[in-house]
Structures are given as structure tokens and as C-alpha cells.
């Protein structure tokens, strides 16, 4: 098994299983596409991972907006620029990619591994802590979807 472009570790995270589960799944599609152009895969085919992450993206950006909005999160204005920033850039990526004035590679996935650990070791451990003390579980009580996709996908591997 070779070692993987994004290693999931405690030192990612947050402290706040479901959120956990979902930074995970991000892991993996940043994975799943960073294999794809080592492989050198079709770029159809690397383009359907972007989308399915960039897809998924926007569903986690909801769920973290939606708990900082019930738990009264003060620095959500703040939170959501960056969730909008960064929504715009993959949105900008993708016209580049269909203009064919940009092709996935290697600076782009080092782009979205800074993104993606800087962003959860910084921006969400800064609301982690203001969840748990507004009353947020830090485990499931129930298995979500997302955890058990993720174990699907993981299953295989």
C-alpha cells in the first residue's frame, strides 16, 4: 500500500467525530484524485473526482455553517468567507479546466492539501472547542451517512 498524499492523523482532528468523519472523507477524494494523476488516469476521469469533491465540499461547508449558526459560533461571518472563498476558487478551477486554460496537476493538489489541513487545523479547531462547551457530543450516537460511507470506501482498501 503506498502512502497516501494526505495522511489522516489525530493531529487533524478536530475533536468532534461526525465533523471528523466528513474531514476524512475530503482526505480520501483529495486521495483518490491525487492517485489518479500519479496513475496517469484520463483527465475525464480525475475532472469527475474534482466535482465530486468539490460537490461534497459545499455539503460540509453546510453542515459546519449550520451547527456555527444553532451554536452561536461568533466568528462565523469569518468562518464563511473562507468556505466562500475557497468554493469560488474550485468553481474558477473548474471553467479553467472546461477552457482548457488549466490542467490538473501536482501544484493544484499541493494547493488543496495546504487548503484542506491548514483550514481544519486552524480555522475549524478554533470552533471545535465553543461546540463542545455550547453542548455538542463529541461522538455519535449513531453511526451518520457519512461514517458509513466512509467505512464502505475503506473497506477495500
Known amino acids: 500500500?503506498?502512502?497516501?498524499?494526505?495522511?489522516?492523523?489525530?493531529?487533524?482532528?478536530?475533536?468532534?467525530?461526525?465533523?471528523?468523519?466528513q474531514h476524512k472523507m475530503l482526505a480520501g477524494m483529495v486521495n483518490e484524485m491525487h492517485e489518479a494523476i500519479q496513475e496517469h488516469h484520463a483527465a475525464e476521469v480525475v475532472r469527475g473526482i474534482l466535482d465530486r469533491l468539490a460537490s461534497y465540499t459545499q455539503t460540509h461547508f453546510l453542515v459546519e455553517e449550520s451547527l456555527m449558526r444553532i451554536l452561536n459560533y461568533p466568528r462565523y461571518e469569518e468562518h464563511k468567507k473562507e468556505h466562500d472563498a475557497l468554493i469560488f476558487q474550485v468553481k474558477e478551477l473548474q471553467q479553467k479546466l472546461d477552457d482548457g486554460k488549466v490542467s490538473i496537476n501536482f501544484e493544484l493538489m499541493y494547493f488543496l492539501k495546504v487548503w484542506l489541513t491548514k483550514h481544519i487545523m486552524e480555522s475549524d479547531r478554533a470552533y471545535s472547542k465553543h461546540f463542545l462547551n455550547a453542548g455538542a457530543s463529541a461522538t455519535l450516537k449513531k453511526k451518520s451517512w457519512v461514517s458509513k460511507l466512509w467505512d464502505t470506501l475503506n473497506k477495500d482498501m
Request: glycine share 4%; charged share 35%.
Open 1 to 21: 500500500m503506498t502512502k497516501k498524499f494526505i495522511e489522516w492523523s489525530n493531529q487533524l482532528s478536530v475533536g468532534l467525530e461526525e465533523i471528523d468523519e
